[in-house]
């Protein structure tokens, strides 16, 4: 969690936090119903949370399953919507039925986002919905390359949280407490946001970044991210887990588990983790929107002396 404020500084802090959340509030309760498009990440979960309090059952959290939704992320977002006690809808679409997302150009998030959302609408329209939120705060607009967030405006999504000016450690904050076991769950993006700009986004990539990462959540990491740079596996894993990716064991049932999946070459990459690694023109995104092609990482000349 981030690091509080000191004495007054806290309570001020802490009156403000609360100011916000009221507003959350406030601007939920003059909805006659809402469906939140639900991760099950931190954001919409404080909004389901919050949406649930006012409205009741007239607030559902709707999760949309696709080929870039891992396995595990859906079962968390069933998890959290059944701790939240808020009705839960599951809609599926596939985002690699378009050529424009498929093709991986630095739009490829506002491609998948209006898709998502549209089925959203959808789902809303046959609940007798007319409004759909999301959980965009007000530090997501500063970071970086956000492509996403266009498809948010264009649709007319409301962000209760960005309406307010909640921040993203302000949300974790009132995550907590809310008593949502989420409070701490790490940024995750979705499986395309580890092919890098330029190459196809495929389902032989995503199942294969999928279950590589399913071997080291398996293994005990939780901050991670498993690259696919046609055939090379990047694995990116957070500096304070890194001495568990330091040693022989590691490096040997990784290079085997990772080859058995198709991944050509298994690589450690000595940064850690980074969100948006290799995003373009971003620095640190946490949507990891995009990244940028390696055409041979092998075709680089270094200092041998």
Same mark, same amino acid.
């Given at each position: 969690?981030?690091?509080?404020?000191?004495? =007054?500084?806290?309570?001020?802090?802490?009156?403000?936090?609360?100011?916000?959340?009221?507003?959350?509030?406030?601007?939920?309760?003059?909805?006659?119903?809402?469906?939140?498009?639900?991760? =099950?990440?931190?954001?919409?979960?404080?909004?389901?949370?919050?949406?649930?309090?006012?409205?009741?059952?007239?607030?559902?959290?709707?999760?949309?399953?696709?080929?870039?939704?891992?396995?595990?992320?859906?079962?968390?977002?069933?998890?959290?919507?059944?701790?939240?006690?808020?009705?839960? #809808?599951?809609?599926?679409?596939? #985002?690699?039925?378009?050529?424009?997302?498929?093709?991986?150009? =630095?739009?490829?998030?506002?491609?998948?986002?209006?898709?998502?959302?549209?089925?959203?609408?959808?789902?809303?329209?046959?609940?007798?919905?007319?409004?759909?939120?999301?959980?965009?705060?007000?530090?997501?607009?500063?970071?970086?390359?956000?492509?996403?967030?266009?498809?948010?405006?264009?649709?007319?999504?409301?962000?209760?949280?960005?309406?307010?000016?909640?921040?993203?450690?302000?949300?974790?904050?009132?995550?907590?407490?809310?008593?949502?076991?989420?409070?701490?769950?790490?940024?995750?993006?979705?499986?395309?946001?580890?092919?890098?700009?330029?190459?196809?986004?495929?389902?032989?990539?995503?199942?294969?970044? #999928?279950?590589?990462?399913?071997?080291?959540?398996?293994?005990?990491?939780?901050?991670?991210?498993?690259?696919?740079?046609?055939?090379?596996?990047?694995?990116?894993?957070?500096?304070?887990?890194?001495?568990?990716?330091?040693?022989?064991?590691?490096?040997?049932?990784?290079?085997?588990?990772?080859?058995?999946?198709?991944?050509?070459?298994?690589?450690?990459?000595?940064?850690?983790?980074?969100?948006?690694?290799?995003?373009?023109?971003?620095?640190?995104?946490?949507?990891?929107?995009?990244?940028?092609?390696?055409?041979?990482?092998?075709?680089?000349?270094?200092?041998?002396?």
């Amino acid at each position: 969690m981030p690091t509080r404020p000191d004495t =007054g500084d806290e309570t001020a802090h802490d009156a403000g936090v609360a100011t916000k959340t009221a507003a959350v509030r406030d601007s939920l309760a003059d909805c006659d119903g809402v469906l939140i498009a639900f991760s =099950g990440g931190v954001d919409s979960s404080v909004v389901a949370a919050l949406a649930h309090d006012v409205l009741g059952d007239d607030a559902v959290a709707c999760t949309a399953k696709s080929e870039t939704l891992p396995d595990a992320e859906l079962d968390d977002a069933r998890r959290v919507a059944r701790e939240i006690g808020i009705p839960h #809808e599951i809609v599926e679409f596939s #985002e690699l039925d378009d050529p424009n997302f498929v093709q991986n150009d =630095g739009d490829r998030c506002y491609h998948c986002r209006t898709m998502r959302l549209g089925r959203m609408y959808d789902a809303a329209a046959e609940l007798g919905i007319e409004t759909v939120c999301d959980g965009t705060n007000a530090s997501d607009p500063g970071e970086g390359h956000r492509p996403g967030l266009r498809a948010v405006e264009e649709l007319d999504v409301r962000s209760p949280l960005l309406e307010a000016g909640v921040e993203k450690d302000e949300v974790r904050e009132i995550a907590e407490s809310h008593g949502l076991s989420v409070a701490d769950k790490p940024a995750m993006a979705c499986l395309s946001s580890r092919i890098p700009t330029g190459l196809e986004v495929t389902d032989e990539r995503l199942t294969r970044i #999928e279950k590589a990462e399913r071997v080291l959540r398996e293994w005990g990491f939780s901050q991670f991210r498993v690259r696919d740079h046609d055939g090379l596996a990047r694995i990116e894993i957070a500096p304070d887990e890194f001495a568990g990716a330091l040693n022989h064991d590691f490096v040997v049932a990784a290079r085997e588990h990772l080859s058995d999946l198709g991944f050509e070459h298994v690589t450690l990459d000595l940064h850690g983790y980074r969100t948006g690694s290799v995003s373009p023109d971003s620095e640190g995104d946490a949507s990891e929107d995009s990244e940028t092609v390696v055409d041979d990482v092998f075709d680089a000349e270094y200092p041998t002396q």
